[in-house]
């Protein structure tokens, strides 16, 4: 890299302004003689080579000749400041117009006559010395320039060289890498071709293996050509698939399934009065017999048979044999955890609610009440302890099957004439607590009627004096609270929880007439479920 010559600038344009300095005073001075011209030439040959130097570029490898060069031209500089402090005194006398003083311009040239020539001899010989002194360092730094550009542009055209031939073979190395990819691309789309051609081949063996057991299929004997049974899982809970192509009709099914259980108590009796029922295993939907034999069953289907037991009794998730409580709801199938009977309690109304809250029977009797300000004379407390035992022969026929449905007939309740709303029903609302009666507070009995499921139904509630708002107790009566009245003013009953209830009446009409209403109430609800039932 070239760099520009290193004079001070200061320096370098003092030096040229001196030497213009030089030849304006050797023109004043009036001499036109050869010695002077001689003299300006020569001051304009160091002027021209102080310029050439000034545009002079220096390689940083010609530092040697630089410092040669900055050497001549300090010399060059102090030798023209020399002659210029000689001659500069001469100077204002010398030139056309001289000084105010005629006397003293002529001994100034006298001087200068004296002196000038050998001044100007010396001069003259240092400017050839030091004007030819430049010109050759600078031939030589311009001949040494010209040989490191050559080696600059070798070494160039070697780094050129060198980045063509490595692109060159890039090129050859990305050419042979594209044709292996071609080669490689022609051989697996090769590859490819024949493995299409292979599946092919194998499609077309797959389609006449297809054809030739469509062809023997055609061929095999109608006794072998079936459907799929219907998988039919009896009361008993044995599996007992049938084909329907044998069983063609309900009254074959029916006289199939009475030969089966023939030797299961009065199942065959019971078969053959219909009560039984057939459910789809998936939507647990009973099949219909009456309709059309082709709509009942399809091949594949699984059902279930159940046998049928009617009872009038409201339904309960006890099992009907070993009378384990089931947890579960009625309408849907329970399995007992203890006996493994599977059953389903349903209702035998229409215009009663599909599925009645589990009811907790208890045979406890009520405690009898022992405030003596309030309440009279106590009744035995196995006065109300009811036989709920169900019939032996029944429960004994069920626990014949593994699968079973019980139907609870139950009847149309018909609720009793309202109390009076002309008495006050002022009671005292107690419950007993380890055997001492507990007083929860002071209210107003209430009996209203609510539609609950398409079906009306009774609840007796206390609304405490303290605000109507507020609540003691609500309930729905039934049978299995055990109601009682004591002497003239105390109702007493069994909760759902086993707690001993007692309502002490403020009045004695009051009591009477809720007393009656419950009993008839009660009354309604034993009919429906044809129970016999005490009720004091």
């Known amino acids: 890299m070239a760099v520009n010559f290193g004079f001070s600038a200061v320096d370098f344009f003092a030096a ?11 023109r004043e001075s009036g001499d036109a003689g050869s010695e002077y011209r001689e ?4 001051l304009y040959s160091l002027e021209t080579a102080l310029l050439r130097v000034k545009r002079l570029e220096v390689d940083p490898a010609q530092n040697s000749e630089l410092v040669s060069l900055q050497q001549a031209a300090a010399q060059c500089q102090r030798t023209i400041d020399n002659f210029w402090k000689k001659i500069q005194k001469y100077q204002p006398h010398l030139g056309a117009g001289g000084s105010n003083s005629r006397l003293k311009d002529g001994w100034m040239k006298i001087k200068w006559a004296v002196c000038r020539k050998e001044d100007l001899a010396r001069f003259k010989a240092d400017l050839v010395g030091h004007t030819e002194s430049i010109q050759l360092l600078l031939t030589a730094m311009q001949m040494a320039s010209v040989t490191l550009h050559e080696k600059l542009q070798n070494q160039q055209a070697q780094s050129l060289a060198g980045r063509v031939q490595d692109s060159y073979f890039g090129c050859m190395q990305r050419l042979s890498n594209i044709a292996e990819s ?15 051609t292979k599946v092919m081949q194998t499609n ?7 054809l030739d057991i ?15 049974p219907v998988f039919f899982i009896d009361a008993l809970g044995k599996s007992s698939p049938f ?3 044998f069983v063609r009709s309900a009254e074959a099914l029916v006289s199939v399934l009475k030969v089966n259980f023939k030797k299961v108590g009065h199942a065959p009796e019971m078969i053959e009065r219909g009560d039984f029922v057939i459910q789809d295993s998936a ?12 709509l009942c069953f399809s091949p594949g289907q699984r059902v279930e048979m159940s046998m049928v037991f009617k009872r009038p009794a409201r339904p309960t998730n006890n099992c009907p044999t070993c009378k384990a409580d089931c947890g579960g709801s009625t309408e849907e199938d329970i399995e007992c955890p203890k006996c493994g009977l599977n059953f389903r309690r349903v209702l035998d109304l229409g215009n009663v609610p599909d599925k009645i809250s589990n009811i907790n029977r208890t045979d406890a009797a009520p405690s009898s009440v022992k405030s003596p300000d309030m309440f009279g004379p106590i009744l035995p407390g196995n006065s109300l302890k009811r036989n709920r035992g169900e019939n032996q022969e029944e429960i004994d026929e069920v626990s014949l099957f593994r699968r079973v449905r019980i139907y609870n007939i139950v009847h149309g309740l018909v609720l009793p004439n309202p109390p009076r709303s002309d008495l006050n029903y002022r009671v005292k609302y107690y419950e007993l607590r380890k055997n001492d009666w507990f007083d929860c507070g002071t209210g107003f009995v209430d009996i209203r009627t609510e539609l609950k499921a398409e079906r009306q139904i009774a609840i007796l509630s206390v609304k405490s004096e303290d605000g109507p708002d507020r609540l003691i107790v609500i309930m729905q009566p039934t049978p299995e609270h055990c109601f009682q009245k004591q002497q003239d003013t105390l109702l007493v009953w069994i909760d ?5 209830i007692a309502l002490s009446f403020q009045e004695s009409d009051a009591c009477a007439e809720i007393w009656r209403y419950i009993k008839e109430l009660l009354e309604q609800m034993m009919l429906e479920t044809s129970q016999p039932e005490i009720i004091n």
């Open 204 to 210: 077309i063996q797959v389609f006449q293996v297809v």
């Open 182 to 196: 071609l080669q490689s691309g022609i051989k697996q789309g090769r590859e490819l071709l024949e493995m299409t």
């Open 214 to 228: 469509h062809k023997v299929v055609k061929r095999i004997p109608g006794q072998i050509d079936r459907q799929q």
């Open 16 to 26: 040229i302004e001196l030497v213009a300095t030089v030849i304006d005073a050797l």
């Open 39 to 42: 003299i300006v030439r020569q």
């Open 243 to 245: 084909h329907l192509e």
């Open 283 to 294: 939507t647990k939907k009973d099949v219909n017999l009456e309709m059309e034999w082709e």
């Open 496 to 500: 759902d929880n086993g707690i001993d």
